[in-house]
């Protein structure tokens, strides 16, 4: 590619609008302003309460899928079911700026080879797995953002449907920030080069908020992108090829901090890192009120970190559950754990993990509404999979991580804010018309979210 694709591509980003959008919520409840995040397998048990429960929803497609009916694709199907049983659900299809939608986008981009990316030498950057000591190629690991065709078929890909414009309200973009996550050990790009993909990459953000905002008003929120340095990439600020951190902003319509209390954004104590959660407490609210985003916010139970771990659970009912041999009536559900030096033990059943996940809500809820505003928007649960806390298992509770009974605090009475949060030092306050929520950033157990009425609790359960 010639070196003058970088002028080439500034000309033609200099007209793209500030961020705009913001899909607000209610303040009746917090549960108002919670979103979902879902994938396959879509059960009607799982379909009817994400379709009751959440305004906004997060939808990915499976790794593995047929592709050779594109209507039949799982995530269109499970996106048509959303919409069946709550019309005014609005819908974010999930795609990664390197193939685009899951299953998806890698089948499609394998019949493209014209766009598939290579480094300065031709050789292409290729997804690997190794295999009993023999690296095994899993096809093209990324598009050549540079390429107008290929980043066409990225931004379009929802055209395929023939409602694809009436189910997605636009994307959740998964490595949107300035950066081309390539390993260059076995590869050769020149800065030069990597500037030149990185601005293509961000003219592809760029044409697909132009495209869902005249398509259907809707909008394209980026992960990792809130406050580069501060959800889990705490060295690459150095890297950047620009010199206004926040560069990448313009081309987005909202964010997603997916660390906000967990992982990157604690010590290895599990008590949070006061001076990284300050700085996120202010890039939230920030992003939300002066540059008009809409936010998504991720909630977890304790101080969730890495490894990870398994723990068995029931999928007695399930047309996936092994009706044979040692995993009979059992599947797996893969969680964080919290790190060793905290006092409690990460519990390793999904009796434990439930009970764990209802007693200790303040500690994620609490943070959250010290940040909310009317375009920021909350989840809690373990991980990413429905059954990590995202639903209520009623027809059979050890298949899920959530408690019965939900959790009472998202179906109390919270009401609008009275202003903004308050601070002295690491301590911060907020009031809200029925609530006062309270945390202490060099202790996440004083995090408090209390009801100033319990009554009104207790009504809100009947």
């Known amino acids: 590619m010639p070196s003058h694709f970088v002028t080439a591509v500034a000309l033609a980003l200099a007209a793209a609008p500030a961020t705009e959008g913001m899909l607000t919520h209610a303040w009746d409840t917090v549960g108002d302003a919670m979103f979902g995040w879902l994938g ?15 305004r906004l929803v997060v939808l990915g497609g499976s790794f593995t899928c047929n592709t050779s009916d594109i209507e039949a694709w799982d995530a269109a199907v499970g996106a048509r079911s959303l919409k069946q ?178 992982f990157g954004s604690q010590q290895s104590n599990g008590q949070w890192n006061a001076s990284t959660m300050n700085i996120s407490i202010s890039a939230i609210v920030q992003s939300s009120t002066e540059l008009g985003a809409t936010v998504l916010v991720r909630g977890y139970p304790g101080p969730c970190s890495t490894p990870f771990i398994s723990v068995n659970a029931s999928c007695i009912g399930s047309d996936m559950c092994p009706k044979t041999g040692p995993k009979a009536g059992i599947k797996t559900i893969t969680v964080p754990t919290w790190p060793e030096a905290w006092p409690e033990v990460t519990p390793t059943t999904v009796e434990g993990l439930q009970s764990a996940a209802a007693r200790l809500i303040d500690q994620a809820l609490a943070p ?25 298992c009623k027809a059979n509770p050890k298949s899920c991580l959530a408690p019965a009974g939900w959790y009472p605090a998202l179906r109390a009475k919270l009401g609008k804010p009275l202003g903004p949060a308050k601070n002295t030092g690491w301590k911060w306050s907020r009031e809200f018309e029925f609530a006062t929520v309270s945390i202490d950033l060099e202790d996440r157990t004083a995090s408090r979210v209390s009801f100033h009425n319990e009554r009104l609790l207790a009504d809100s359960l009947l």
């Open 40 to 54: 396959p397998p879509y059960t009607d048990e799982i379909l009817d309460f994400y379709a009751e429960k959440y």
């Open 85 to 262: 049983r709550n019309p005014n659900i609005t819908i974010l299809l999930y795609e990664a700026t390197q193939f685009g939608a899951l299953c998806l986008g890698g089948a499609e981009m394998q019949q493209h080879p014209e766009w598939w990316l290579r480094d300065d030498h031709g050789k292409v950057y290729n997804r690997t797995v190794n295999v009993h000591g023999v690296e095994k190629s899993l096809g093209p690991e990324s598009i050549d953002w540079r390429i107008q065709g290929a980043r066409s078929w990225w931004v379009k890909t929802v055209t395929q449907l023939h409602d694809g414009i009436q189910l997605f309200h636009g994307l959740l973009v998964d490595s949107a920030g300035p950066d081309i996550h390539l390993d260059n050990t076995t590869h050769y790009i020149s800065l030069e080069t990597e500037k030149d993909l990185v601005q293509a990459k961000m003219l592809m953000l760029s044409e697909a908020k132009t495209f869902f905002k005249q398509a259907n008003g809707g909008e394209v929120l980026g992960n990792p992108t809130l406050e580069w340095g501060v959800v889990g990439y705490p060295d690459r600020e150095s890297k950047l090829p620009f010199s206004d951190p926040h560069y990448h902003w313009q081309f987005l319509t909202g964010t997603l901090d997916e660390m906000f209390g967990g």
């Open 368 to 392: 959250y509404l010290i940040v909310t505003g009317p375009s920021v928007w909350w989840s809690y649960a373990y991980f990413y999979g429905s059954d990590t806390g995202f639903y209520e």
